[in-house]
């Protein structure tokens, strides 16, 4: 899995990319199996839902699944990132977004890089968020929406909101969405289970709530460049993970490998 | 302005019919400078939002404004809705639903005949609602999402929420909601400014919260055949009229008749 010459160019023109069904039906079948299990799991890694207790963000996943520990290595997903963002690259965040169906709550208008800086001192805005759905994502159940080439105009005003969500965020001022917004207008990520997304630290984005009765859940890999790495640890580890050894993809089958063990060993 | 058996077929199929930019853009001009008089107005018919003070919905316009005075008897309008549901029909509530950039709230899944049936003591499933987009309505900015053939199942469970926003609402159970788009899948209400909506007292719909930074203006007329009135009349007058007078429809340049009034007298 290589980036072709012409995506290369369009991630730098809109500031993102969408691979659709980038994971086969039985790779998602596997993850979602795993999630049931981390969701399962009584830890402050699980953010639950403001006025719900499901769970909202299971985070740290690759430390608490193997399935997930083998995904962050995946070469579907690290051979684009190491095209884009160099060789030398860490695990920064590994989470799950659920948006559940009905009570999925919205993300405000944001880009990552504002809380990378000012909560973990990252300097530039280097890192690259990788997504993969999980669900079939269509424009009823909470995508995300990009504002395509925001990343060009460089990290835009933002300010913490802590009254909008169940957690507070770095959102951009309602102008500069307005401007960014006529200039390059919205897009809607969707696509089917098992479709990739890329996008940059500098990307303007956000997602509505989820009033649809269906869930809407995605992965969601963090990367950033060893030399950009955090300096201040304010956070905790599972939303800025500390161990900076450069990430070595698996094999392309890794997942389906997992699987077959798997099967082997229930048998 | 009459409907082909074919869209009346259709319209018996799926519940509602859209038609696109029935109104033409100075129609629209002209309807939205009459909004901003009626915004000003300081009445318990204007509707504020829970969390600004943001005009939300704005009721009983035909009383209020010329220009909805006109609207609500355009021939564009009644005529489909008489082919729909027969010559001798009042008009039942008259607004524009506001669901403002950034801010705008969004209504849960419902049917407006559990509102008329419980509220207002209306027999039968026989109202239509027409609406007419003041503003260019598209994924992003709050659309309405019909469940399309729920209107043949007969009125769904309902109860009744006071908690998820503004105002109380008489609500579809999730499980209905989730049968009801498990077969009939889910349709996003799009179109330019002036395109016009018409569906039927029972069809399930719902609209998610606008988090885009485009207002969405919607006018809506309720109209009732006289023959299956109101019979409570707990409600104020503005959100069931009592006038059951049946509408003449005027002629089809009605709005630009009025708009070269107004020039002239300005001069």
Redesign the interface.
Known sequence: MRLSPEQIERYGRDGFLVLPELFSAEEVALLRAALVEVFAQDTPANIREKDSDEVRTAMGLHLRSEVFGRLVRHPRLLEPARQLAGDSLYVQQVKVNVKA??DGE?W??HYDFATHHKEDGVSRPLALNLHVFLDDVS??NGPL?FIPGSHRQGPAPASLDVASTSYPLWVVN?EK??QL??EGG?F?ATGLAGTALIFGDSLVH????N????DRRIFSLIVNPVANALTRRQRPDYKHHRDLTPIVPLADDCLATLADATAISAT
């Open positions: 169906a009905f919205p405000q208008w424009e009823f929406y309602r969405v307005r917004a006529a919205l809607a956000a997602s509505p709530s009033i649809s009765p269906w």
